[in-house]
């Protein structure tokens, strides 16, 4: 492995333990020890919930090559997995929100926990049911938790600031450390031990046992609307009703579309971008390099919102132009950097220069999810929280699906060029946010109502 992946990892690495440990009271927010308790709790099955969920992902593609399936069968099965998401996802964050959030949480642990064991066989109809599983899986994973742990907080009457310190916290241990470690812990598994490829979806289903246990244990249920007479549809269409009355809630869904739609088709991308020539890259060492990154991220967003200002949705403006130039990186070095004719090797200098640029946008990642997390726990509604976020994730998974169906149809830099457009337009939609952010909402839900007689109030 050449030095340069770890002159990079260490630099990462040291700049993230810096930024930790000089913390100063500013940095930091002073919490009660009953806080800290819940907070603990929270951060600890997310992390078990994330090592489920980063487990299994190196190893999908694989698992079914193993099989015997070609690229065009692995396409279709991704595809069920965000087809799935997009379909159930808005009925089961409706669900969550009726039923209660903590028996979703639980839903989730045992929907994902179903879906490894179709692993186990390599029909490929049985494989399918697992990606719809999965794909209910992931949607649950990305708003029944943290639905929960907002109406928890706020039911507990902890400080709205304090809020802050979860999510910072959550990202930084869920989709920075634990995806390291888990990265390892797989490679051990299948590498190391030469136990398979499915062996890292068995050790997934047991932390997500482990996981469910303690929600079972300490958990207490939460709801967002409990009326008796509002069926799902109803449900919809009040949800609907807060995105099209609210510019600030449909501003949040458009920004969140547009980020994450970028960041999966990044994953798609980064591969083939680093080794265009079939360059020999160590692809586990460069994922574990962007969780680093993300890490860094994390800890930022963890100053910032410890601070009266700046505030998120000033900050976010920068950070969405950031990403966008990075991503724009791979089309900059197709013109000034001669591509290379070899076939094989070791990664070029346009690759270093795109691995910077990559890792420059991970930082971005791991600033957003946290921040994200905050605006959508100010803006989104309690009583149908679920709902709007799963309604936010219907036209991710419809850019995603299309992207992955015409992977091979456009040159990566027309791809690249599309995700940094994207994300322009969300530096300018946050600005826009931003502008209104302090305003009072026109309607409230009672106006609401007497616009549309069938829309039930969210508060009852």
Not at 275 to 296: K, Q, R, V
Request: glycine share 8%.
């Amino acid at each position: 492995m050449e030095l340069f992946y770890f002159m990079v990892f260490g630099a990462l690495g040291a700049v993230v333990a810096a930024l930790e440990l000089s913390k100063t009271s500013k940095d930091r927010i002073n919490t009660s020890s009953a806080f800290n308790s819940f907070k603990n709790n929270y951060l600890l099955v997310y992390s078990l919930m994330m090592a489920g969920d980063w487990l299994q992902g190196p190893y999908v593609y694989y698992l079914y090559s193993t099989y015997g399936f070609g690229k065009g069968e692995i396409g279709q099965l991704f595809i069920a997995g965000f087809g799935s998401s997009m379909l159930f996802g808005t009925i089961v964050g409706s669900l969550a929100d009726k039923q209660g959030r903590r028996r979703a949480c639980v839903t989730y642990c045992i929907t994902y926990i179903l879906s490894c064991i179709t692993k186990h066989s390599p029909e490929y109809k049985v494989l399918m049911v697992g990606r719809v599983l999965g794909g209910i899986a992931t949607s649950l994973l990305f708003s029944a938790f943290e639905s929960w742990l907002v109406a928890e907080h706020n039911k507990r009457g902890f400080e709205q600031q304090w809020l802050s310190l979860t999510f910072s916290k959550a990202i930084f241990l869920g989709n920075g450390l634990v995806a390291i470690l888990s990265g390892l812990f797989g490679n051990l598994l299948v590498d190391s031990l030469s136990l398979g490829p499915v062996a890292p979806f068995d050790a997934a289903a047991c932390f997500l046992a482990i996981g469910m246990a303690i929600i079972l244990s300490s958990w207490t249920e939460n709801f967002g609307d409990t009326s008796d007479n509002k069926d799902l549809l109803t449900q919809f269409r009040g949800a609907a009703v807060a995105i099209a009355s609210d510019e600030k809630i449909a501003l949040l869904g458009a920004i969140q579309s547009l980020f994450e739609g970028s960041m999966y088709t990044f994953v798609f991308l980064w591969t083939p971008a680093l080794s265009p020539n079939d360059e020999e890259i160590p692809h586990g060492f460069i994922f574990a390099t962007f969780m680093l990154a993300s890490m860094l991220g994390s800890s930022l967003a963890s100053r910032l919102m410890a601070r009266s200002s700046p505030r998120v949705e000033s900050y976010m403006q920068i950070v969405f132009v950031i990403s966008s130039v990075s991503l724009l990186l791979p089309i900059v070095t197709n013109f000034l950097v001669a591509p290379s004719k070899v076939k094989g090797g070791s990664i070029s200098f346009a690759g270093c220069l795109q691995l910077l640029g990559f890792c420059t946008f991970e930082a971005c990642v791991g600033i957003f999810w946290p921040s994200i997390m905050k605006m959508r726990s100010q803006y989104i509604p309690e009583e149908a929280r679920s709902t709007i976020m799963n309604f936010f994730r219907i036209p991710l998974n419809i850019f995603v699906c299309i992207v992955l169906y015409n992977v091979d149809a456009f040159p990566i830099t027309v791809m690249f060029g599309m995700c940094s457009i994207f994300l322009f337009v969300a530096s300018i939609l946050q600005r826009r946010l931003m502008a209104i952010s302090d305003k009072p909402k026109i309607e409230n839900w009672s106006a609401m109502k007497e616009r549309d007689p069938e829309a039930e109030p969210l508060n009852e």
